[in-house]
């Protein structure tokens, strides 16, 4: 079991920066794939961003490459997501998911076991 829960999100002017933390609880194993998720109203749950709790290679989505960061404090147990230059497309409730299989990478929500509560990102202009 793991158990997941978000924190950071707010409301925040075109430009700024924000970031989210994901405390990561339970059972877990260096193997399993963090990632992060988004979903605006009306729309599909979008991939955001993806590492392995190992280290190794992040992957981002394109339309947050380059503004989005995402990391891990083992020691904290804490999957974090920085958020920087966003825009009011960022606007969505973001959600940490925990992926236990052993492939590669995924950026299909089905693929992913364990999620937390969300997170409310509101980028005004």
């Known amino acids: 079991q793991v158990q997941l829960v978000e924190s950071g999100g707010g409301l925040v002017q075109a430009g700024g920066s924000l970031r989210l933390s994901c405390a990561a609880s339970?059972?877990?194993?260096?193997?399993?794939?963090m990632g992060w998720f988004r979903q605006a109203p009306g729309k599909e749950r979008e991939f955001v961003a993806a590492i392995r709790w190992s280290g190794g290679n992040a992957y981002y989505a394109e339309s947050v490459k380059g503004r989005f960061t995402i990391s891990r404090d083992n020691d904290k147990n804490t999957v974090y997501l920085e958020m920087n230059g966003l825009k009011p497309e960022d606007t969505a409730v973001y959600y940490c998911a925990v992926d236990r299989t052993a492939g590669p990478v995924s950026q299909y929500a089905y693929e992913y076991d364990y999620w937390g509560q969300g997170t409310q990102v509101t980028v005004s202009s």
């Open positions: 339970g059972r877990t194993f260096s193997n399993y794939i």
